[in-house]
């Protein structure tokens, strides 16, 4: 019989080993390959292009080079040192990819072409790495099976890790899932090993978790979370009195090696000793050497546990006296740098940070119901039955899987964008819901009748009914004394007594039976949840395959077009432009002018100096005649997005108010720039109408609109208008050859390849003007009173409050819902709207109340709101949409507004984007309106305040 057992063993392990494949081939990888079918190996957005130029280089020049590179192609005149900027794991990866398949294997593959699979081939990974991490959290193989189906589809993680989506978190949540997985391992408990004593897994496993580690660091900055998760797992533990050598083992190993291998990476540097946010892993690091010396005087003396407790407390006031001597030496000294801005952002209620380059990129916006309905869908709401069924088993490495779940929620709620990291963890509980009722309902039925059959001669009966409870119970006793045990022998014996009756009920053949006909049904009534959620998660995974760089359009006639103005628009510049060209443009697209077009960008989207990007948005906002002045020292040519659906006139807002963040003479005494904008009635204002954008947008659409061609002449445009590139005549050749002049660059040490460029001389004067901007990080530094002026007077008008006012307050949230405002519905279309609509833009699309205003001045009964960051879109109108012309709720019908968050603003563009989950209009727009009916303005004889019109 021992035979027969043992082959159904190797049968089972097969098989789950089949089922895995399966999972990462059909499952995980099949639904991260929408864009690449539909639209080529083609790399996606912004940031991926930069990873893939950076990538590009490695391979072209080596590591040593690469870890040297000053890329002064970028951040025109300064430069960038990449290499000591830049988290460099998938690079590496990639490149190592690209050489095995290529020298080793033999398989012709282009290096774009690894990139763009790249994501995919990381998310199937991740995936078997999240199966095996849930299945040695749970001690269930069908848990692990479980986790890894929902993980190889769920949003959370398609989000980040699809074809063409060549983006840093794509390969780091595999490394994240690889460490999980071995620092769990390394918990595992060893029934040879006894009194607390450290086991070989915990060496070898620790070891393991280090070097992982190492990569996750190389290739994320997320690395933060995962260094500390582990650490409060650590902590748990011993507040919950499991300590025992193997945890000190196994974390100081991950600690040394893993510090040992990140601080090697340029980037980080001695950010683990020195930022605040990573020295709570130092600090549990030391505490655990502290109870791993009392532990070893225990057992070298046979100390009891209120002795021990005394070990502890020596030492530890020995180690706490040399640690506040240390802090007390070096704190004076700056050596410990503050909380960033993005960590302190999860302990506190979301506002506006008062920088405007800030609060210009919406990703920090907290995650509301919708948002994980969207991308956790049905494993939602399964998600939290796992967790309360995690703490039936008390075992180290499940502890790891409920404190993991706890800290991914809390920072996810704080922050939309963390909800990849709570993916993983919401896929495995998932797994353990799932797992619990088929290992009972099914396997364990199954071996029970199977053992009726062909019963084990080499155990007993009671052997056979511990299967379903023993793994549970060994780990448990971790570091348990043996007089305690012995004490509690009679109670236990009893308890045991009455669990095994129960369990030879439970194990009865009828009973199985039943457990069977129960899956049976279950499984029957589960089918229909389970189609909606594969459903789900093959429409995510399509909408955000959709590269942005590109996209599918309907012209007035019907026919479907692909749009591709943009990539015309740099290939244009790489095959008509000289290759030391210069091209300005705002900031967003830098990293495509460099990594498609091949070109000289001035700015992007790594956005480390405010300085510089506020100089940009002086010269954009500015008139010609001064915007040529200052771009002739500078580039060669300009290029702006037009034509809607993003542009950059929805983005002149933050250009300017950016740029009068620096330069206050821009909008003198007016942060938010309100004069560089839009009427009520979609006319520009008199500074709108002037500036250099606004003149290069609409050039040749109207015909009142007229530029200097001694200054600036028309070069090209894309085929839809949705790319202009304009040349910049009379460009300072001086200037030019003065920033290429490399004994004009400041290095940090003689013969250094670290050489900061420097604007040319004819800008000097320009520069002086300038006013630093204190970043929020710099919370330390003492700010002057103009200072707080300006952020007083930003977040007031931001509010909706405009002017500043003596004493104006926003209203409570609670307050604002008593109002009248009447919630109609949600829309994904402008043409969904009456044709009786007025527009306007600017703060009035991101503030209900003055979008009502705005109602009210045009007598008009409903608005429709479209949210942009700060600023956005409204109509007014007197007809009711219709009904049938309503979206689904969705994450992007409910982005609060910027004046009471208990209304919501719906979103625009990119402000869609971070939402999630927003499919573009017939348009090509990703637009959500939300509709509200307006109450009639009351009439007063008593003169009404400007204060109370901003208030709802």
């Known amino acids: 019989m021992g035979l027969i057992h043992n082959l ?161 978190e794509s390969v780091a949540i595999t490394a994240m899932c690889g460490t999980f997985y071995f620092w769990c391992r390394a918990l595992r408990e060893d029934p040879t090993v006894k009194d607390g004593r450290a086991t070989r897994d915990s060496v070898v496993f620790g070891t393991i978790t280090g070097i992982w580690f190492i990569y996750m660091a190389a290739a994320w900055g997320g690395f933060v979370f995962v260094l500390n998760l582990i650490a409060i797992h650590a902590l748990v533990l011993v507040l919950l009195g499991r300590y025992s050598s193997k945890l000190h083992r196994a974390y100081s190993l991950f600690y040394v090696i893993g510090i040992a291998g990140a601080v090697q990476v340029p980037v980080i540097g001695w950010g683990p000793l020195r930022s605040l946010e990573q020295l709570g892993a130092l600090a549990a690091f030391v505490g655990l050497q502290v109870l791993e010396f009392a532990a070893v005087q225990r057992r070298a003396r046979n100390l009891d546990q209120i002795a021990t407790f005394k070990e502890v407390i020596k030492a530890g006031i020995v180690v706490g006296l040399v640690v506040a001597a240390v802090v007390a030496h070096l704190w004076p000294q700056g050596y410990f740098g503050p909380l960033s801005a993005r960590v302190r952002g999860l302990f506190v209620k979301h506002t506006r940070t008062g920088n405007p380059l800030v609060d210009s990129v919406a990703e920090h916006q907290p995650t509301n119901a919708q948002a994980y309905q969207q991308y956790l869908h049905h494993v939602y709401y399964l998600a939290p039955v796992g967790f309360g069924l995690s703490f039936l088993r008390w075992t180290d490495a499940n502890f790891f899987i409920i404190t993991y779940g706890v800290v991914a929620y809390y920072f996810s709620s704080k922050m939309s964008r963390l909800i990849i ?103 029957r009534e589960a089918v229909p949840y389970a189609k909606e959620y594969y459903s789900m998660a093959h429409r995510m995974a399509e909408q955000m395959s959709q590269p942005q760089l590109m996209f599918k359009g309907t012209l007035r006639g019907g026919e479907e077009v692909l749009v591709d103005d943009y990539r015309e628009a740099y290939w244009w510049l790489r095959d008509n432009t000289p290759e030391d060209a210069r091209v300005m443009a705002w900031w967003d697209y830098g990293y495509q002018i460099t990594g498609i077009g091949n070109r000289t960008s001035i700015a992007d989207g790594n956005t480390w100096n405010h300085e510089h990007i506020a100089t940009l948005g002086r010269v954009l906002s500015a008139n010609e005649k001064r915007a040529h002045r200052i771009a002739r020292h500078l580039a060669d040519y300009v290029l702006v997005w037009a034509g809607g659906g993003g542009d950059d006139l929805a983005k002149s807002p933050h250009m300017a108010r950016i740029g009068n963040s620096v330069f206050p003479d821009i909008c ?214 219709a009904d049938s012309d309503k979206v689904e709720e969705d994450p992007g019908c409910s982005v609060p507004c910027g004046d009471y968050e208990a209304f919501a603003c719906g979103c625009a563009d990119a402000a869609c984007d971070d939402a999630g989950g927003v499919t573009p209009d017939d348009k090509g727009l990703k637009r959500r309106w939300v509709v509200y009916e307006v109450p009639p303005k009351k009439s007063s004889k008593k003169k009404v305040s400007k204060k109370a019109t901003d208030e709802l």
């Open 668 to 881: 003198p005494d007016d942060p938010t720039c309100s004069e560089f904008g839009f009427t009520s009635d979609g006319q520009p204002t008199p500074m709108m109408r002037k500036s250099l954008l606004y003149k290069l947008t609409q050039y040749g659409y109207r015909q009142e609109i007229k530029i200097d061609p001694n200054r600036f002449q028309h070069a090209f445009s894309s085929k839809y208008g949705k790319c202009r590139i304009f040349k910049i005549m009379k460009v300072s050749q001086e200037s030019k050859d003065w920033v290429a002049d490399p004994n004009n660059r400041i290095c940090d040490k003689p013969g250094g390849w670290l050489c900061r460029g420097q604007y040319p001389p004819a800008l000097k004067s320009l520069i002086e003007k300038r006013k630093n901007f204190a970043q929020l990080e710099d919370f330390n530094k003492q700010k002057s009173k103009d200072d707080e002026k300006y952020q007083e007077e930003y977040h007031k008008r931001m509010g909706g409050k405009h002017p500043l006012e003596k004493g104006a307050t926003a209203a409570d949230d609670k307050a604002a819902e008593k109002k009248s405002l009447k919630y109609v519905g949600c829309f994904a279309s402008e043409s969904n709207l009456p044709k009786d609509k007025v527009y306007s833009g600017g703060s009035k699309g991101a503030n209900v109340a003055q979008a009502r205003n705005f109602a009210w001045e045009k007598k008009k009964k409903f608005i429709a709101i479209s949210k942009s960051g700060d600023d956005g879109h409204v109509f007014a109108f007197n007809t009711a949409p």
């Open 421 to 523: 990291l709570l993916g993983p963890v919401a896929s495995a509980l998932g797994g353990v819901a799932l797992g619990l009722v088929a290992d009972q309902l099914v396997l364990y039925a199954l071996w029970q009748l199977f053992l009726k059959v062909f019963p084990d001669k080499s155990s007993t009966p009671d052997d056979a009914s511990k299967t379903e409870t023993d793994a549970a119970d060994a780990d448990s006793k971790s570091g348990k004394d043996k007089a305690s045990e012995n004490a509690g022998a009679p109670k236990k014996s009893a308890l045991a007594n009455a669990m095994n009756k129960v369990l030879s009920v439970y194990n009865h053949p009828l009973v199985c039976l039943v457990r069977i006909g129960l899956a049976v049904y279950a499984a």
């Open 8 to 168: 159904c063993g190797n049968v089972a392990f097969l098989g789950w080993l089949v089922a895995f494949a399966a999972i990462g081939y059909y499952f995980a990888y099949e639904i991260r390959l929408y864009a690449i079918r539909e639209f080529g190996t083609v790399i996606h957005e912004f940031d991926p292009w930069f990873n893939f130029r950076a990538t590009q280089y490695l391979a072209d020049h080596g590591v040593a080079a690469f870890f040297k590179w000053y890329d002064y192609m970028v951040w025109y005149p300064l430069g960038r040192p990449v290499g000591s900027t830049i988290y460099p794991g998938m690079q590496l990866g990639s490149v190592a990819i690209w050489h095995f398949l290529n020298d080793f294997v033999g398989y012709e593959m282009s290096l774009n072409d690894v990139c763009c699979y790249v994501p995919a081939w990381f998310g199937v990974s991740s995936t078997i790495l999240l199966g095996l991490l849930a299945s040695e959290c749970s001690g269930s193989w069908l848990t692990g099976l479980f986790a890894a189906a929902i993980m190889s589809i769920i949003p959370a993680h398609t989000m980040r890790s699809v074809g063409g989506g060549y983006d840093n």
